[in-house]
């Protein structure tokens, strides 16, 4: 897909979300298996998310655009490994992790990032498996605000910023209320029921290219973004 194309879709899918959005809804554009020059053009025209589901890839377009793009905030969003933690902390511009699942993975997180000595936390989102499929990363929905709370209590690097799901095929490909973005509302409602805070004081990452209008319309707060943005997923053969 030419620059020019995805700079239109980027204005596009911009102002569908500033339509949708009673409340504010950051854009993370996944650029996973696209190359660093679309990157490029979305940053050329304001855009600063950016969605990494590969440690190698996040890795190395992190390296290659932390001069040209100083402002990218970069976000992960693949299954974490335990191995590859100081990887994913060590990448330039590395701002949010969205798919923390335990306490491990946590603990392991705050060390990481402890070795960095950037003043700034490293933000992570609890992902939780609203829909229960084996296939799926997440803690289960009655679990995650305890995970929450063990991250506010026991990660002194890490700031706690909400709560991610990726919702079924099924329910992301259906009319009315997606059920699974229902849930991950109600998992941030039991949050700040049990421990007082507000639940505006936290993120809601739900929705992706195939439904982030209906995330939206549910409550979301931010939406990951891929191939209605930069096309159809390139894969290298095997």
Sequence with gaps: MSVEIVQKNLINILEAITEAATQRCRLVAVSKTKPAELIEACYAKGQRHFGENYVQELEEKSAQLKNSCGEIRWHFIGQVQSNKIGKICSSPGIYCVETVENEKHATNFDKEWAKQQKPEKLRVLVQVNTSSEENKGGILPGDAPKLAEYIRNN???LRFDGFMTIGSFDHSHSDGINPDFQSLV??????A????????????SMGMSDDFLQAI???STSVR??????????YKNK
Excluded: H, P
């Excluded at 109600?186 to 949050?191: A, Y």
């Excluded at 029921?193 to 809601?204: K, N």
């Design 155 to 157: 990660c002194a690097n």
């Design 186 to 191: 109600g998992v941030r409602k039991q949050w």
């Design 193 to 204: 029921t049990e421990t007082g805070e507000s639940e505006d004081s936290v993120e809601l």
């Design 217 to 219: 319309s549910q409550g």
């Design 225 to 234: 973004v891929g191939s209605k943005l930069f096309g159809a997923r390139e």
